[in-house]
């Protein structure tokens, strides 16, 4: 009989352990609520005295009128503007860490290097990382260096979490290159081809051409492999060409082809080619890109902007304009910011700044820093404005960092809080 009482009080203690351990929230899903502060939705409008309610990373619900999950975290953001994480759309972020030291991003030994992914250079552990985050970065498109006429595959990569697989949203998003004096040979005194813009557009023609072919013959062999007698008509499998592989889903239609192009004669020849070639291009930097705008947006080309380049520091962009951002704006051109390297972390938004001075709308730079990078980028279902379902990336500023120089006061990235500085903190 006391045996029999002993398991039925052990069964009854491990029943109430259960009961304990699964009715309580366990640490990574316990929800999260912004509570107050002005939502900058960016394509659903603004909600003033919002609600955010965060669970398992991802926005669970975001209205006006919305009840707090129990047990929820509450971040208080009365009289802040809560937006959508920013995405600085081309860094070298995490593939280098000092300019003067160690540059995993340019493969500067041959002008066609396509095949090679910043994804294999990429630090997460780069001290810089959380530099970008302090600044309301919570995305990157980490590139290739410019230089090479086809420099290699882009990634996108959440700026949140210490392993990269889980920081990945696009392992390639784009393969990128160069028009114009920048890729041309890194040496005079050792000149190599291409060596002048003829040479520039001559390889970069037949390179897509040859990785058309390469398509073709692929398709031709896949389609002798499944007939009725495939083993005596498939033949050898055509070999294996890296390079010329990495472009196929740029001729399939798949990825785009990212040409960095300053002078307006570049510009036109990245246009020409995308025609010819049938591909999908986006233009990088376009100093120029104001004087073609009507042409760009009749193609629905993109444009990403860099810091600096619309200066005319260099020869390419003498006669570039602070209005670009605007003018190619009203025409209708999809436009996006970027950083360009680690040298301009600080840039970002005061380029933006600068552009909203020049005529860009407060509310048209804030979409070119979120949903404008995460369509041209295909995550918008992911990233790029605040709505249910959607990653839960947001940052909190004390007022509008288009407008003033302010300094964000939290960061969240996948739903966790990876920067709080002065906002109070409260249990339910």
Not at 91 to 102: A, F, Y
Not at 246 to 269: F, M, Q, Y
Not at 306 to 311: I, L, Q
Request: aromatic share 4%; net charge neutral; charged share 20%.
């Amino acid at each position: 009989m006391q045996t029999r009482l002993k398991k039925l009080a052990l069964g009854f203690i491990g029943l109430a352990f259960c009961l304990l351990l699964f009715g309580r929230l366990l640490p990574g899903d316990r929800p999260i609520a912004i509570r107050g502060g002005r939502v900058y939705t960016v394509t659903r409008g603004i909600l003033d005295n919002g609600i955010i309610i965060i669970r398992n990373g991802r926005i669970q619900d975001i209205g006006t009128d919305l009840a707090i999950p129990p047990g929820a975290r509450i971040i208080e953001a009365a009289g802040s503007l809560i937006f959508p994480g920013f995405i600085d759309t081309g860094t070298n972020l995490g593939t280098v860490e000092l300019e003067t030291v160690e540059k995993d991003d340019d493969e500067a030994t041959s002008p066609l290097t396509p095949q090679l992914k910043t994804l294999d250079a990429f630090n997460p552990e780069s001290r810089l990382i959380p530099e970008a985050r302090d600044l309301g970065i919570t995305s990157a498109l980490v590139a290739p260096a410019r230089g090479n006429l086809l420099s290699g595959q882009s990634a996108l990569i959440h700026l949140g979490g210490s392993d990269v697989s889980d920081m990945v949203m696009r392992s390639v998003a784009a393969v990128h290159g160069s028009l114009g004096d920048v890729s041309k040979p890194r040496s005079k005194q050792n000149p190599a081809y291409p060596y002048t813009r003829m040479g520039e557009a001559a390889l970069l023609r037949q390179t897509l051409a040859d990785a058309r072919y390469c398509l073709d013959q692929a398709l031709e062999f896949e389609k002798k492999r499944k007939g009725a007698q495939a083993d005596a008509k498939a033949g050898p499998q055509p070999p294996v060409q890296p390079l010329l592989q990495a472009l196929v889903p740029v001729v399939k239609g798949e990825l785009p082809l990212v040409i960095t192009a300053n002078r307006l004669d570049d510009i036109l020849t990245a246009l020409r080619i995308a025609q010819e070639s049938g591909i999908r291009i986006i233009i990088n930097e376009g100093a120029h890109a104001w004087r073609i705008r009507d042409r760009l947006a009749a193609l629905k080309v993109p444009v990403i902007l860099r810091p600096r380049v619309d200066f005319g520091l260099t020869v390419e962009t003498e006669g570039a304009r602070h209005e670009n951002a605007a003018l190619l704006q009203e025409a209708g051109v999809k436009i996006a910011f970027q950083t360009g390297s680690i040298q301009n972390l600080g840039d970002l938004l005061s380029q933006v700044r600068v552009a909203v001075e020049y005529g860009l709308a407060p509310d048209d730079a804030l979409r070119a820093l979120t949903i404008n990078p995460a369509e041209i980028f295909g995550v918008a279902d992911q990233i790029g404005s605040l709505e249910k379902g959607k990653s839960a990336d947001i940052v909190i500023f004390p007022g509008n960092p288009v407008l003033s120089s302010v300094r964000v006061s939290t960061v969240i990235i996948k739903g966790e809080v990876v920067r709080e500085q002065g906002g109070k903190e409260v249990s339910p």
